[in-house]
């Protein structure tokens, strides 16, 4: 099938679209002929770069203003894509960031908004997104399942991550919500899968990559000896959420140059 067709007709929601991993995620999903709905935290000029970026190619796109962990603001932003698309097929849940700290400094502050943004922002979305594909229901001439869930987990889902024991907290819940809801939804033939990226170059990440001296460090982890880019996750993210990938569902495909291989033990540790 032409790859440009795979998502055709399809509604999407990503969340966090405006940046890094969303926006490329957003722009691939475009590219395979889905209408976008271009959530945004705070940088609306961001958003509507995107939101432009997808027209000038062709394509349908609104950007949309709401904080994931946010109930009231998660479903005025589904009533405002129900209004301009009517439906929903695809929902991202990419949003994502990090407030690290050795262990014993956390603040509940800094765990709290990890948590609120990172676990309870995927529950909220997925919540929604599923309560109208089991409404809805499978329309055959979009897709084979009445709806598909991508949940942007990362290779913090199973290596622990000292430093960063809120974020690492937060994708290893993400690992359990995802097949959890994966357990209960297919029934109704909804998919509900994980992608684990490893490193990949975004501002969420900058330290590990913007001085040679970083960047190097950082290859020591990547048997592939590249870091990713934002990129090869949204080619994997249009694939996934296409029918290429309806036997797909409850586990999590991690992209990740070799990250979860590890690494340290390739001359026997
Ligand atoms: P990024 O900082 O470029 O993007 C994060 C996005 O999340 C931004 O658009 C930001 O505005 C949005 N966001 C933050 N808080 C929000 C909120 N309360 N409501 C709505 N949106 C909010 O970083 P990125 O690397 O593109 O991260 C995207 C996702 O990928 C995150 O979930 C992150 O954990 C995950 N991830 C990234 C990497 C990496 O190496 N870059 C690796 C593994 C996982």
């Keep these: 099938m032409n790859p440009s067709l795979l998502l055709k007709g399809q509604t999407a929601l990503?969340?966090?679209?405006?940046?890094?991993?969303?926006?490329a995620v957003a722009l691939a999903l475009a590219g395979a002929g889905a209408k976008l709905v271009i959530n945004y935290a705070h940088n609306h000029d961001a958003a509507e770069a995107t939101v432009n970026e997808i027209k000038a190619a062709g394509g349908e796109?609104?950007?949309?203003?709401?904080?994931v962990s946010h109930e009231a603001e998660v479903k005025a932003m589904f009533a405002q894509m129900y209004a301009q698309y009517g439906?929903?097929?695809i929902l991202v849940n990419n949003a994502g960031l990090q407030k690290d700290s050795k262990f014993v400094d956390m603040t509940l502050d800094d765990w709290n908004t990890v948590i609120s943004v990172n676990l309870t922002g995927q529950f909220l979305c997925a919540r929604e997104a599923a309560r109208e594909f089991i409404r809805r229901?499978?329309?055959?001439?979009r897709s084979r399942a009445a709806g598909k869930i991508i949940c942007m987990s990362s290779v913090h889902e199973v290596i622990p991550w000292?430093?960063?024991v809120n974020y690492a907290a937060s994708k290893g819940g993400i690992n359990m919500f995802m097949k959890s809801i994966a357990q209960e939804l297919a029934p109704h033939k909804i998919r509900v899968a994980g992608i684990?990226?490893?490193?990949?170059?975004?501002p969420i990440n900058k330290d590990a990559w913007e001085t040679p001296e970083a960047l190097d460090k950082l290859?020591?982890?990547?048997?592939?000896n590249r870091i990713g880019k934002p990129e090869d996750i949204?080619?994997?993210?249009a694939w996934l959420a296409s029918d290429e990938a309806d036997y797909i569902t409850g586990t999590t495909i991690f992209m990740d140059g070799g990250m979860t291989l590890y690494p340290g033990f390739a001359d026997n540790g």
């Design 219 to 224: 290859l020591t982890l990547i048997p592939y």
């Design 14 to 23: 990503v969340t966090g679209a405006d940046s890094g991993i969303g926006k």
């Design 162 to 164: 000292g430093g960063h």
């Design 87 to 89: 439906t929903i097929d």
């Design 234 to 237: 949204g080619k994997l993210a």
């Design 196 to 202: 684990g990226p490893g490193a990949i170059q975004t």
């Design 137 to 141: 229901g499978v329309v055959e001439e």
């Design 61 to 67: 796109a609104i950007a949309v203003q709401a904080d």
